[in-house]
């Protein structure tokens, strides 16, 4: 074999070696050590070798996209906390870890200081936390991408969620380049690298171009090439954690960034650049959750924009010449730590902010403090406290505004009776159970109490509302009642306002019928035949708006129930009139006081329909596109007559 025929072998050996595997032409060659010989091997391994790492850069790629499908079909992360609970119950986790979570995320310190799923697993660091991430849509790692490149980023294009690449600890600048083809248009896609350290400047340069959000949780050092070249990222925004202090020259440099939300620095402890001060104070949130003091002269820079939020959770004083800066600064939300140390005299000019005060720390303000406080013109909200002492209750008793008790979970007496003295409405989110004596002094005011955890009662806690409540018996949070705890609030002689409860079953509504003044039940769609009989027999004013957003109706009884509370009747979400009761449920409605529309219907019985067609005042949707279904029993499944 001549040296340039094994080299033609060589060279078109990849092409062949689908059909002719390599090891035959490797034995072909092992006769000839000349060093054409040795070229053509070289360029033979090559070859394999990039096609190799093609094949490999292809099922990387593969198991990206079905690692983001997968994810994508998890619950989201923004659903109502039953449906969380659920999802996670149905992954295996157990109840205990389920409250666990939702009570972590009540304590964060978080940007709006609204306790958010979504927030805290974004923020959190805690690896116990980070693992619920895995359970929700918004949320992909990928633990096993070494490295990145821009196939991979486009493929992930439609992802619009935090994608975290654990694996990656050194950013290249071909890596960096990539990014700019993720999060293009999107305003929830993040870039999340946990576990790299430090950033070259030539690196940052590429990674300005990337659109979505960049996020380095453990940062070590940032030089000032790197901050001058990442300002010029103009994306959502920058996370760069790790960092307790910055030199000038880095806070100078990131003072000019370009981004559209902004930057978060949330391990900086000391806060020292005026610049980087006025930087952050554009921002919608200005949130410094590590930051201990603060100078008058910061103070004043972080003057913001109408509307935000500056929230420095970990201040531990704010001195009077401090507060006098941050007052009128244009934030509507101003959170500040440092509760427990707050002067009456600092107390006394914060009052006069124009916004709610925030005061996120364990512990409450004195009641010297409070009693400044209390003039206020706006919410105060207490978001951690777990027992506010009685006499700061007392001193803010002349409060006319908002007060949040995030993290009460319960009342002594003295407690309730200084609250009951509040002059503003007062919400108490985490009380779940309310003793009877403690409902007792609540109830001549309960109407301005936020209960929202409050889902249920027992007849004892009913029966003292009931009997110590003025002109209405208001309970927001209430979703489910027994037949003993509705016949306690029965008793009640005012309005019985119920606006939460969703479902009313017939023992239910029997007890809640004797009831003589106005009952409220707005909430209510789901009702049985027997619920609406029960309801029929009241004479007195009955309220049921959500009635009509039912998607069935499969009893005279409810129609009857409908048409007897409304004017106007607009059944939206009616699709479907069939049933060996369609007519006579038609022939109900057909007695509506004032128009009757049902847009939606798609099926219906000839009989009711006839009917239907038979009232002046109906408004159908396009008859040809309603499909008749025959009545069993009546005129037989195939001999009628369409009305239309």
Known sequence: MTDGFACLLLIVAPLASETYP??????????????????????????????????????????????????????????????????????????????????????????????????????????????????FAEFLELPNLLDIDAATMRMLEVYDGVVTLPAISELSPKAAAACRHFGEGSWGAALEFPNVSTITPEAAKDLAGCEALLVFPHLRELSAPTARALAKHEGTGLILGGLTTLPDDVADALAKLEAERGLLLPDLVSLDSVSLAKRIARQDH???????????????????????????????????EVAKQLVGAGYYWLSLGGAATLTPEAAAIIANHHGQLVFPGPDSFSAAAALKLAKHNHAIFLPHVASVPTDVLRALANHENHLILGSASALTIEEAAALVMHKGHVTLPAIERLPPEVAAVLAPRIGDFGLPGLRSLNAETAAALAA?????????????????????????????SLPGVTALTADVAHALAPHRGTLVLTGVTEITPE??????????????????????????????????????????????????????????????RGTLSLPSIKRITPRALEVLMGRQRVELPDLTNVKIVPEVGQRGNDDYIDPR
Not at 94 to 117: E, F, R, W, Y
């Open 22 to 135: 390599m090891i035959h032409f490797l034995r072909m060659l092992r006769p000839m050590p000349t060093p054409l010989c040795c070229i053509a091997l070289a360029v033979t391994l090559t070859t394999f070798g990039v096609r190799a790492a093609d094949a490999i850069e292809s099922a990387q790629r593969a198991t990206v996209r079905e690692r983001m499908e997968r994810q994508l079909d998890k619950p989201s992360v923004h659903e109502e906390r039953e449906a969380i609970d659920k999802a996670l119950s149905d992954a295996g986790v157990s109840q205990d870890k389920i409250l666990a979570l939702h009570h972590a995320v009540s304590q964060a310190n978080l940007p709006t200081m609204v306790g958010s799923l979504d927030a805290f697993l974004f923020f959190t660091r805690d690896p116990e936390w980070l693992a619920f991430r895995q359970y």
């Open 286 to 320: 200005a949130f410094f959750p590590a930051v201990r003091t603060l100078t008058s002269e910061i103070a004043k820079a972080l003057r913001g924009n109408e509307g935000g939020e500056l929230s420095l959770p970990a201040i531990e004083e704010i001195k009077p």
């Open 531 to 592: 619920a609406a009989e029960a309801l029929l027999a009241r004479t007195a004013p009955l309220e049921l708006g959500a009635l009509l957003h039912r998607n069935r109706l499969d009893s005279p009884a409810i129609a009857e129930l409908i048409v007897k509370h409304f004017d106007n009747v607009e059944l939206q979400g009616l699709t479907s009139l069939t049933g060996a009761h369609a007519a006579d449920i038609a022939r109900v409605l057909a007695r509506t």
């Open 468 to 496: 110590n409540a003025r002109d209405e018996l208001e309970l927001e949070g209430v979703t489910t009642i027994s037949s003993d705890v509705a016949a306690a609030l029965a008793a009640f002689e005012g309005t019985l």
